[in-house]
């Protein structure tokens, strides 16, 4: 017995199925959303800037502990620059990575009306005070937080109120 298998030559198929119009058009979506969210909005550079802030924060500290020596970061609108005190007074320190840093192209820092923040650590690593600096590009704000037993952390991403 012979299984004969016949195909019908005359159906053609032609256009798109719905499933595969539907497939076409997820796959375009998450393109778009890729292109559109790797648009640069300047809060990358807001990230940036606060995570660089922070890890040459926490690495003063480390140094003042190391060198038993007072230091301290000052913050202004502009940028940050790091000190140390020698000889009853304080000196800008310019070797890496303590350079004195300008914050990126429409990066600002809150200091408040009383003029350049300074934040000194003392040479056992604890800040003088409890600090906050806070960055900000357009509506993106973020928050670096030096914790009174000199913990330097990051807060509050997002948009600002």
Known sequence: ??????????????????????IVLVIMGL????????????SNDLEQDAQKFAARTAALRDNAILQSRPMAVQVTPSGYSFLERRKGTWSVIEDKPFRSTDWSDGVTAAVGD????????ESTGLPSDRAEVQLSY????RNIVIAPMGDVQLAGSGETP
């Open 114 to 121: 009383t003029g350049p923040m300074l934040i000194s650590f």
């Open 31 to 42: 393109m778009a959303s890729i292109v559109v969210l790797s648009f640069p909005d300047g």
């Open 1 to 22: 017995m012979r299984l004969r298998l016949s195909l019908n030559q005359n159906h053609r198929e032609t256009g798109f199925t719905l499933v595969e119009l539907m």
């Open 138 to 141: 357009k509506e993106f704000a």
